[in-house]
Nanobody, 119 residues
């Protein structure tokens, strides 16, 4: 089992940048694929992007491709979401999640961190 805690969310102006962090407990962090999700008010939760256990592969939603970057540091049990060129439509609660492999649902979730982008 893994526990996840996100941080770094705040109010930022459009065009700005922000880096979210997700710290994981336990000694098996490197055995989990990690994902970042977001949920805006009145909308369904959507996958922002994901990264493999080793960090050698990532994928992103079309809406953030070229602006957001996911990375991880397995020595620090942390996954990051670097967000550049932020837009008001990026406003949402951002969650990190973990799963054992790419074929299983994301099993473990953090509590979320609020990102608000002002125009």
């Amino acid at each position: 089992q893994v526990q996840l805690v996100e941080s770094g969310g705040r109010l930022v102006q459009a065009g700005g940048s922000l880096r979210l962090s997700c710290a994981a407990s336990g000694r098996t962090f490197s055995s989990y694929n990690m994902g970042w999700f977001r949920q805006a008010p009145g909308k369904e939760r959507e996958l922002v992007g994901a990264i493999t256990r080793s960090g050698d592969s990532t994928n992103y939603a079309d809406s953030v491709k070229g602006r957001f970057t996911i990375s991880r540091d397995n020595a620090k049990n942390t996954v990051y979401l670097q967000m550049n060129s932020l837009k008001p439509e990026d406003t949402a609660v951002y969650y990190c999640a973990a799963r054992r492999n790419g074929l299983t649902p994301f099993q473990y979730w953090g509590q979320g961190t609020q990102v608000t982008v002002s125009s």
